[in-house]
């Protein structure tokens, strides 16, 4: 069974740049887009963008000029990268797997990892 | 963007009735090749979101039947037959036809 597991730092400073990476374990990166959804604490969800297994990309706008995803095969992880982070940023950070079978649905999440931003 | 609305926000329900969420969409969902691109998904307490329903009416695995989804191409409806304790959570749904995808607010289902 396919898991995702995601790990980064989860204490930054205003401007610092979020770095954070999902390791897919009990399978392949291959034939599936992979990305990223976040939430507020108490709030919403909110998708931030996807990579596929070429590494063609697709970015929220809202976020497009902060953000990166990138992936990698050797290591079957993917990761990302948010830029002059604030604290409209704070929240707990979701990588996801597309279903293709089920027209690119979140068929899995990551356990989530919290990400706080204060000076 | 399509902005996706959610009712009730929350919702409070006896064990063994029924409860239906709805959601609108301020576009229509349904893609050229016939299919409504609206899921469903329930966060349960501290937990991460899982999916229920995809493509407006397709169960994902291991999600009981009593859980069903149904719509048009812009008024969708989560029904569950009969609520159990277990069911507790929020409930979102989401239109995945177009990027960005969006989310509506969450529908919070409580045990009366």
């Known amino acids: 069974q396919v898991q995702l597991r995601q790990w980064g730092a989860g204490l930054l400073k205003p401007s610092e740049t979020l770095s954070l990476t999902c390791g897919v374990y009990?399978?392949?990166?291959?034939?599936?887009?992979w990305g990223w959804i976040r939430q507020p604490p108490g709030k919403g969800l909110e998708w931030i963008g996807r990579?596929?297994?070429?590494?063609?990309?697709n970015y929220n706008p809202s976020l497009k000029s902060r953000v990166s995803i990138s992936i990698d095969t050797s290591t079957n992880q993917f990761s990302l990268k948010m830029s002059s982070m604030t604290a409209a940023d704070a929240a707990v950070y979701y990588c996801?797997?597309?279903?293709?079978?089920?027209?690119?649905?979140?068929?899995?999440w990551g356990q989530g990892e919290m990400v706080t931003v204060s000076s | 963007d399509i902005v996706m609305t959610q009712s009730p926000l929350s919702l409070p329900v006896t064990p063994g009735e029924p409860a239906s969420i709805s959601c609108r969409s301020s576009?229509?969902?349904?893609?050229?090749?016939?299919?409504?691109?609206l899921d469903w998904y329930l966060q349960k307490p501290g937990q991460s979101p899982q999916l229920l329903i995809y493509?407006?009416?397709y169960r994902a695995s291991g999600v009981p039947d009593r859980f069903e989804g149904s719509g048009s191409a812009t008024d969708f409806t989560l029904q569950i037959s009969r609520v159990e304790a277990e069911d507790v959570g929020v409930y979102y749904c989401?239109?995945?036809?177009?990027?960005?995808?969006?989310f509506g607010q969450g529908t919070k289902l409580e045990i009366k």
């Open positions: 990579i596929n297994y070429s590494g063609t990309t």
């Open positions: 009990g399978g392949s990166l291959s034939a599936y887009h």
């Open positions: 989401m239109q995945a036809l177009q990027t960005p995808y969006t």
């Open positions: 996801v797997r597309y279903q293709p079978t089920m027209m690119d649905a979140f068929d899995i």
């Open positions: 576009q229509s969902l349904l893609h050229t090749n016939g299919y409504k691109y």
């Open positions: 493509l407006g009416s």
